[in-house]
């Protein structure tokens, strides 16, 4: 159950931080360093705190940014805002530049999910959007939705016009939506009920998906079960789904996507909070996970990054406000994946307050949320009003900081590092030292990072120069923005989930 806060847009955190110390192992310098931070931001403006080692390259206004996703086969991004679903040509990652426009009215859709399909026509291309509670758009003003549990896809093949091509109501919640091949979309699994349920989507019509039902014989489309169910599904290139939610992370095998299979769970470390007692490894829920390498995993291996058996996961703790305990990022052992117990195990997990470079106040938003992982070890993630941090997870067992970016005032929900694409326009699987910042109250910002290896420095470079003809295909004109309603520029819907009760 979810109940919904409203609060001005203008309302920014880091004007009203409360300077109150956390019990935390920094010690009295400590404090008098977050404090002193805390003035600098709170007056600060439009200026950053930046680690020496990140540039601020701009800022793009203008959408209650939420979530975003790159497209595989062209240099697109896809943003969802609580206003607008938007696309972003990305063939200079230093400058993205907005083509697409589609006014839309949404709660929440918190994880944009790019899909594609190759067709006798060419590759379709497209966004799942995930309704929570309501949605309403212009462009389909003979549906509205006011309850959620449907899946909304956005065909952005021509990305200077996105329009919304099919609709599927779901029995679960659609929360988040993912799909199980981004290259070869044609299912998609949704976050699913704390009461351990989720939906799995037929995508093979893209403008008629449907729910599978798991069960014919019963009257109704039935559901599935998973021990984690209520959050976030993600896929690694061994064929695997990590399902995080109310109970830590399971994982499967979705060779066959509409018999998933189970095989790992974390267990009773797990556990909503009833494990390591308080501030432990879930407080609230898990709530996404990636799995570096995962070709490359060997059951009973020591864990390393390049043994494919480390699962990073995000820790969201949205009720707790003290940024001390609000939710962490965390590194879990994959011991193995033959259905036993003890399957993954924790190893070790960083709070804000640890990374040592927030004021870490109470009554603030803080939390670990969206994440992103760069080959060669370095993770960015959104930690809400504490901005975007990155943190050095080349060693799972000692996580530490490698740098940060922060503002006066900011949201930030998401953060990415943007592929390379080659001069086709095809991700090549590698990554920029480019991170697009997706944030409630700022839009979009753009950073570089110096990271291990690269010999750059922070010095910003684009994804690619990508070939004339395709550029001209998906950057023709900039489409003005468009909002819905007056009132909506000015409020953000945010979110707040109730405990889970065991």
Same mark, same amino acid.
């Given at each position: 159950?979810?109940?919904?806060?409203?609060?001005?847009?203008?309302?920014?955190?880091?004007?009203?931080?409360?300077?109150?110390?956390?019990?935390?192992?920094?010690?009295?310098?400590?404090?008098?360093?977050?404090?002193?931070?805390?003035?600098?931001?709170?007056?600060?403006?439009?200026?950053?705190?930046? &680690?020496?080692?990140?540039?601020?390259?701009?800022?793009?206004?203008?959408?209650?940014?939420?979530?975003?996703?790159?497209?595989?086969?062209?240099?697109?991004?896809?943003?969802?805002?609580?206003?607008?679903?938007?696309?972003?040509?990305?063939?200079?990652?230093?400058?993205?530049?907005?083509?697409?426009?589609?006014?839309?009215?949404?709660?929440?859709?918190?994880?944009?999910?790019? =899909?594609?399909?190759?067709?006798?026509? =060419?590759?379709?291309?497209?966004?799942?959007?995930?309704?929570?509670?309501?949605?309403?758009?212009?462009?389909?003003?003979?549906?509205?939705?006011? =309850?959620?549990?449907?899946?909304?896809?956005?065909?952005?093949?021509?990305?200077?016009?996105?329009?919304?091509?099919?609709?599927?109501?779901?029995?679960?919640?659609?929360?988040?939506?993912?799909?199980?091949?981004?290259?070869?979309? &044609?299912?998609?699994?949704?976050?699913? !009920?704390?009461?351990?349920?989720?939906?799995?989507?037929?995508?093979?019509?893209?403008?008629?998906?449907?729910?599978?039902?798991?069960?014919?014989?019963?009257?109704?489309?039935?559901?599935?079960?998973?021990?984690?169910?209520?959050?976030?599904?993600?896929?690694?290139?061994?064929?695997?789904?990590?399902?995080?939610?109310?109970?830590?992370?399971?994982?499967?095998?979705?060779?066959?996507?509409?018999?998933?299979?189970?095989?790992?769970?974390?267990?009773?470390?797990?556990?909503?909070?009833?494990?390591?007692?308080?501030?432990?490894?879930?407080?609230?829920?898990?709530?996404?996970?990636?799995?570096?390498?995962?070709?490359?995993?060997?059951?009973?291996?020591?864990?390393?990054?390049?043994? =494919?058996?480390?699962?990073?996961? *995000?820790?969201?703790?949205?009720?707790?406000?003290?940024?001390? *305990?609000?939710?962490?990022?965390? *590194?879990?052992?994959?011991?193995?994946?033959?259905?036993?117990?003890?399957?993954?195990?924790?190893?070790?997990?960083? !709070?804000?307050?640890?990374?040592?470079?927030?004021?870490?106040?109470?009554?603030?938003?803080?939390?670990?949320?969206?994440?992103?992982?760069?080959?060669?070890?370095?993770?960015?993630?959104?930690?809400?009003?504490?901005?975007?941090?990155?943190?050095?997870?080349?060693?799972?067992?000692?996580?530490?900081?490698?740098?940060?970016?922060?503002?006066?005032?900011?949201?930030?929900?998401?953060?990415?590092?943007?592929?390379?694409?080659?001069?086709?326009?095809?991700?090549?699987?590698?990554? &920029?030292?480019?991170?697009?910042?997706?944030?409630?109250?700022?839009?979009?910002?753009?950073?570089?990072?110096?990271?291990?290896?690269?010999?750059?420095?922070?010095?910003?470079?684009?994804?690619?120069?990508?070939?004339?003809?395709?550029? &001209?295909?998906?950057?023709?004109?900039?489409?003005?923005?468009?909002?819905?309603?007056?009132?909506?520029?000015?409020?953000?819907?945010?979110?707040?989930?109730?405990?889970?009760?065991?």
């Amino acid at each position: 159950m979810r109940r919904l806060i409203t609060l001005a847009a203008g309302l920014t955190v880091g004007a009203s931080l409360a300077l109150a110390s956390p019990a935390s192992a920094h010690g009295d310098k400590g404090a008098d360093l977050r404090k002193e931070r805390a003035t600098l931001l709170a007056g600060a403006g439009d200026t950053p705190m930046l &680690s020496g080692n990140v540039q601020h390259l701009g800022n793009r206004p203008g959408t209650a940014g939420i979530s975003g996703c790159f497209l595989k086969t062209a240099p697109l991004f896809v943003t969802s805002g609580v206003e607008s679903v938007r696309v972003w040509n990305v063939s200079d990652a230093t400058d993205p530049t907005q083509v697409g426009v589609l006014p839309n009215a949404l709660f929440e859709n918190e994880a944009m999910n790019c =899909g594609e399909r190759r067709t006798a026509a =060419g590759t379709r291309r497209f966004a799942l959007i995930g309704v929570d509670s309501v949605q309403a758009s212009p462009t389909d003003p003979q549906h509205v939705n006011v =309850g959620g549990n449907e899946l909304i896809v956005v065909d952005v093949t021509d990305p200077t016009a996105p329009a919304i091509v099919g609709r599927a109501p779901a029995t679960t919640s659609t929360h988040t939506v993912a799909c199980v091949d981004q290259y070869d979309c &044609s299912y998609a699994y949704s976050a699913g !009920e704390s009461s351990g349920t989720f939906s799995i989507i037929d995508l093979r019509n893209i403008e008629k998906p449907r729910e599978v039902d798991s069960n014919p014989d019963k009257a109704g489309v039935q559901p599935f079960h998973s021990p984690t169910a209520g959050h976030k599904w993600n896929f690694d290139n061994a064929g695997i789904g990590t399902h995080t939610g109310w109970d830590g992370s399971s994982m499967w095998n979705v060779d066959r996507p509409r018999h998933p299979r189970l095989l790992a769970t974390t267990g009773k470390a797990g556990g909503a909070g009833d494990a390591d007692g308080a501030h432990g490894y879930n407080d609230f829920i898990h709530h996404n996970s990636f799995r570096p390498n995962a070709k490359n995993f060997r059951p009973h291996s020591k864990p390393s990054l390049a043994n =494919g058996n480390i699962l990073l996961v *995000t820790e969201e703790d949205y009720e707790q406000t003290d940024c001390a *305990t609000a939710g962490s990022f965390q *590194t879990w052992h994959v011991k193995s994946l033959d259905g036993g117990k003890g399957g993954i195990v924790p190893l070790d997990k960083v !709070e804000l307050a640890d990374l040592g470079n927030f004021p870490s106040p109470r009554g603030a938003f803080c939390s670990a949320h969206w994440f992103d992982f760069r080959p060669g070890g370095i993770v960015a993630i959104g930690f809400y009003g504490g901005g975007t941090q990155f943190i050095d997870v080349r060693d799972p067992q000692h996580l530490k900081s490698h740098g940060f970016a922060l503002w006066g005032g900011s949201q930030v929900w998401d953060a990415m590092w943007v592929p390379v694409y080659n001069s086709h326009g095809d991700q090549t699987g590698a990554s &920029s030292n480019v991170v697009y910042s997706v944030d409630l109250v700022r839009g979009l910002d753009v950073y570089s990072v110096d990271v291990p290896g690269d010999g750059r420095g922070s010095n910003p470079y684009p994804s690619a120069t990508v070939d004339g003809s395709v550029v &001209s295909r998906i950057s023709n004109a900039a489409v003005p923005m468009g909002l819905i309603g007056g009132a909506l520029g000015f409020v953000i819907a945010v979110r707040r989930r109730t405990r889970r009760r065991a």
